[in-house]
Each structure stands twice: as structure tokens, then as C-alpha cells.
């Protein structure tokens, strides 16, 4: 996979669905060979008309439309480094919006585009975690909305059940990306430094508050996740 693009480059993806009000998502597609794997794109409603986009994915422009019908993209949220392929076209078409990361991984997202901030202000129903373990390197968000609580994770949690075609299932398995919600093996490799302090983020996530998903950006979403969390929680101990 590319690095990042410089024009705006509308791949295949689904249609957007409303996971509650104010909470949108995505799945988009990345080519591969003899495959295509999976990349999610969540949007949260804010106080006063804007919207924070997490792993930005371009989109029609019926989708695009949806999305700034929601609010005006005030950040634009790349939870780490592999994550920053769209920032750049996503940075030219909403030049106001503030480009977001976690702290580790401001000098790889800076080789796309200027960086804003490693944290953000989302108003009192949404917060970024920069995830305990990850080396600072990840970033999740809480978001609460009428019913309840959702966990927008990043590449920490892979989910993907049914991956498409033999290639994205080979890549899916041999990384450890499912098919039940799990570290992928890759990015424990790659961004786990402390798996202790990992399990305890896990366990904090489980006890939140009427938490009713999980939504990972690669892989199906986890409905009342609480039992995952604790499981995966365990196993890295």
C-alpha cells in the first residue's frame, strides 16, 4: 500500500451507516493482489455543526455530501502512521480542519501533511485515548450518544471475519487481523511495547458504561464487546 495520496482518489467502498445519531461509518476497500482488505472510516457529530473524521477515506460525492450535511470536518483524525494515506487530499479539500494524531506518530504523519495537534478538544460526549502500551503510537476514541457509548479503536483490535478473496485472506490470517476480535500479531509487533499496560486499557474499556460497540478500522463491529475486551485483555497477559 501507498504511503499516502496526493490527489482525492475514490476507491470502492459501501454506503455509509448511521451507528446512532451522529455517528456515521464506512468500509472502504484496499486493492491487493487477488484480494481486497478492509479499511473503515467513522464520523462524529461535535457541538456546533462539525464533525470529527477518524481515518479518513474519500468517498462519492453523495457520501461526501452526507458526511458534511452532518457538520463541517473540523479534525481529521489519522490514529497512527499507517494510517495517513487519504490526509493529504483530505487536508486540500477542508483546509479548516485541523489535522489530528497520536503523539508517537507525529513524524511519519508529518511526511504527508502538517500536523495540528496530537489531542483534541471534541466537546463533552467525544474524547481521544492515546492507547496505554502502544508507545504512544495509537489513538482510540470514546464517543457517548443516545443509547449508550461506542469504542472507535484503530488498528489495535483487528476484526476481520470474512475477509475478500484468497490474498486479503492470507494477509488477514497471517497477521492475525481474525477472525475473532484480537491484537493482530503484526501490530504487536509493531507498536506494543508494554502488553501489561495494554491488558489494563483493555479491562478500563470493558467496565466503560453502557459501552454498546466496538468499531475497529479494519473489521467487522463488535456488538456489547465488554467479553471480548476482557478476553483479549487476558491473552496478551
Same mark, same amino acid.
Given at each position: ?5 496526493d490527489q482525492? /482518489? ?5 454506503p455509509? #451507516?448511521?451507528?446512532?445519531p451522529?455517528?456515521?461509518t464506512v468500509?472502504g476497500?484496499?486493492p491487493?493482489?487477488?484480494?481486497k ?12 455543526k462539525?464533525?470529527?473524521?477518524w481515518?479518513p477515506?474519500p ?6 455530501? #452526507?458526511?458534511? *450535511?452532518?457538520?463541517?470536518p ?7 502512521? %499507517?494510517h #495517513?494515506?487519504?490526509s493529504?487530499p ?7 480542519? %485541523?489535522?489530528?494524531?497520536a503523539?508517537?506518530a507525529r ?11 496530537t489531542? *483534541?478538544?471534541?466537546? /463533552?460526549?467525544a /474524547?481521544l485515548?492515546?492507547v496505554?502500551g ?7 476514541m470514546?464517543?457517548?450518544h443516545?443509547?449508550g ?6 488498528d489495535?483490535?483487528?476484526h476481520?471475519?470474512?475477509?475478500q478473496?484468497i490474498? *486479503?485472506?492470507i494477509m488477514?490470517?497471517?497477521a492475525?487481523?481474525g477472525p #475473532? ?5 503484526v501490530i ?5 511495547e ?5 491488558a489494563?486499557?483493555?479491562r478500563d ?12 478500522s479494519h ?6 464487546p ?11 497477559e
Amino acid at each position: 500500500m501507498a504511503k499516502f495520496h496526493d490527489q482525492w /482518489k475514490v476507491q470502492p467502498h459501501g454506503p455509509l #451507516r448511521e451507528l446512532a445519531p451522529g455517528l456515521l461509518t464506512v468500509v472502504g476497500q484496499i486493492p491487493m493482489p487477488l484480494g481486497k482488505f478492509p479499511r473503515r472510516m467513522t464520523v462524529v457529530a461535535l457541538p456546533r455543526k462539525r464533525t470529527a473524521i477518524w481515518s479518513p477515506i474519500p468517498l462519492d460525492e453523495e457520501g461526501m455530501a #452526507r458526511i458534511e *450535511a452532518l457538520g463541517s470536518p473540523a479534525f481529521l483524525i489519522v490514529p497512527n502512521h %499507517k494510517h #495517513r494515506l487519504d490526509s493529504r487530499p483530505f487536508k486540500a479539500r477542508y483546509p479548516k480542519a %485541523k489535522i489530528v494524531t497520536a503523539p508517537g506518530a507525529r513524524k511519519a504523519v508529518e511526511e504527508a501533511v502538517p500536523l495540528d495537534a496530537t489531542d *483534541a478538544d471534541l466537546g /463533552k460526549n467525544a /474524547k481521544l485515548i492515546t492507547v496505554a502500551g502502544t508507545r504512544q503510537m495509537e489513538l482510540a476514541m470514546l464517543v457517548r450518544h443516545e443509547g449508550g457509548a461506542s469504542l472507535i479503536t484503530n488498528d489495535i483490535i483487528g476484526h476481520v471475519r470474512a475477509p475478500q478473496g484468497i490474498g *486479503a485472506w492470507i494477509m488477514a490470517r497471517l497477521a492475525g487481523f481474525g477472525p #475473532r476480535a484480537q491484537v493482530p500479531r503484526v501490530i504487536r509487533r509493531m507498536l506494543v511495547e508494554d502488553s501489561a499496560a495494554l491488558a489494563k486499557q483493555l479491562r478500563d474499556w470493558a467496565r466503560i458504561d453502557n459501552l454498546v460497540r466496538l468499531v475497529p478500522s479494519h473489521g467487522d463491529i463488535v456488538d456489547r464487546p465488554q467479553g471480548e475486551l476482557l478476553r483479549i485483555a487476558a491473552e496478551l497477559e
